[in-house]
Every structure is written in structure tokens, then in C-alpha cells.
């Protein structure tokens, strides 16, 4: 069993129990405590506190006393364990840190966790540096303290978990999508609303399986809504904010490429063309130079809010616009300005 979890990240089934036909009523948190080896009965309890056990399919408390034939999942927010990981020294900008959780500001053209072809070097690798004292980033997991993430090539916050408590409320959180996360992002073309909604089941790409792609039938995919508001107009693109109601990879870039706006400089989406403007060598010459500052597309993670999971107060973070996406904005600008002088 698989459920959907907020922003790129799904909630993974790591363990299932098949009950015996002959199992005695039993304290599901003492079943698991016997079945596991390990692991602690707290730490059972916080699973089941958060919803991350169930039982055939529905989630049950500590309490709950199993019966013969019941079949129990335990689902965490990362896939069983990949990868080995050895820490590394790697600067974070951090934006917040307490016993329980820690927020990040990760830049643009890092990943959040190992893959194929990301071995090292990744968000998961410096946490486990500065966080080397730290139990839940010693136990070897793949995704230690993760419960979302951001493209690679996407700038913003991130907050990771720093105990197991923290890391089911939070994943509970997200899962149930009462966290918070507005982006930035600079599309092609000048929308025709200062506001809008856009909709459309995402799934992958069957032609690209690195790809996402809007099905508008709901034929594939998952439902995804997003909802976004003009800043800025800048000539031949804008500025614009957009809050998502689902989380699905790639939501943001898959959606706007779906109605005509990529983001800019946006490779898998087609953003990284000339989409809009003049046929004229300067404003191409002056298209080209914009792409050189960023790295990948231009899209940043700017608020991130949720409930804080010990002290149950509403946090709000926010990171500024990073530099190079600054300087993207006032170079549109500048273009713009000398257009209405002439």
C-alpha cells in the first residue's frame, strides 16, 4: 500500500504483518514491539499517533488490539532503505533550528536526496554532518528527517525533522495537507487574469518517464490544483505567486507548461526556449544572457508554514528571492524600462 504525501513525496509501506488466525487480542503496540527488531515501544506509539500504522487499511491507535487475520502496514515518508550514506561537509543556509526541527534554504542545483546518479553531494548528505550527533541521522536511513522536497534546480525552504516524534507529525501534516507553501516562479507570456486556478490530473509522462504531465481528463494521474496571482508584468513574462492545494511532482512547472507558460529557463517543460517576443538578434542575444544566470528554472520555495510539533504553535518561515533570480528580474526590468522609452 502506497498513499500520497504533499510535494514530491509519497508515504511508503516498510513493514506488513499478516496476524496469525490463532493470535490471542493483543495491544497492536506490543505485537509490533515483538515483531520489529530494534525498535522501541515510544517510538511504535509515535507511529501510531501520527496514522503511520495501519490496520487493513485504516489507521488504529496503540491501543487498538489486533485480531486474527488482521493485516498490518507500517508506512513512513521514504522508501526502504537504498543507499549507504556517509556524511559530508557541506555549508547550509539555515534558516531555523530547535531540538525538533530544522529549516533549511537550499540553493538552487542541489538535491535533496540520493538517486540514481546522485550519490553524493545532496541535502541528506550535509544533514548528516551537521546532525552527526543526532540518532535519526546515524541510523542509516536513505531520507533521514524528510518528510517533502523541492527539484534540484529549485531554490526555498525546507524543514526536516529532527526525531521521530517530529517526523510523523510533521509527515502527518503534509500528508493531510494542512502545511503551507507559497513559490515564486517567472513564466513565459503575459496571463491574461491577475489571478487564476489551474487544475488537471498529473501523472508521468508516458512517452518520458522522467517527465510529468497534465491528464485533463483524469484518465491518469492524481488530482492537482494549483492557484496563482500575478506580481509582476514584465513584457513577455510575469512574475507570478502560486500557492498549491495538492502536491504532485513537478506540480508548478507541469501545470504552466499545460496552459501555454512554462517557467522560464524551465529545461524539461520547454522553458528553456525563446517563447515569447521579438525575432530581433538583440532580444535574443538579451533572452540567452537571462538563461546564463540561472541554473535550471526559475522557480523558488518563499514561505513554508505549519504547526510546530511540540509546541503546536503555527510557524511561518520565509527566504528571499536568491540573488541570481534577483538579478533575473531587474535585467526583465531594465529590458522593459528601455522598450517604453522608446
Known sequence: MTADLSDHTELHEHHRFSVDPGQRPLRIDKFLFH?????????????????????NGVEVKPNYRVKPEDVISIILPHPPR???????NI??????????????????????????????GTLVHALMYHLRDNPLFRSGKERPGLVHRIDKNTSGLLVVAKNEPALNKLASQFFNKTSGRTYVALVWGDLETGEGTIEGHIGRNPKDRKQMAVFPGGEQGKPAVTHYRVLE?????????????????????????????????????GGDRILRGTTFTRYRQFVQNCFQLLPG?????????FTHPSTGEEVKFEAGIPENFSGLLQKWRSYLQGRSDK
Open 233 to 269: 508584468r514584465l513584457g513577455y513574462v510575469n512574475l507570478v505567486e502560486c500557492r498549491l492545494e495538492t502536491g504532485r511532482t513537478h506540480q508548478i512547472r507541469v501545470h504552466f507548461q499545460y496552459i501555454s507558460h512554462p517557467v522560464f529557463n524551465d529545461p524539461d517543460y
Open 91 to 120: 555549508p547550509l543556509d539555515i534558516i531555523h533550528e530547535d531540538d525538533d526541527v530544522i529549516v533549511i534554504n537550499k540553493k538552487a542545483g542541489m538535491v535533496v536526496h540520493p538517486g540514481v546518479g546522485n550519490y553524493t
Open 82 to 88: 537504498e543507499y549507504e550514506l556517509v556524511p559530508e
Open 297 to 305: 528554472q526559475a522557480l523558488h520555495a518563499r514561505t513554508l508554514e
Open 35 to 55: 515483531k520489529l527488531e530494534g525498535t522501541s515501544r515510544s517510538r511504535i506509539q509515535a507511529a501510531a499517533h501520527a496514522g503511520n500504522i495501519l490496520v
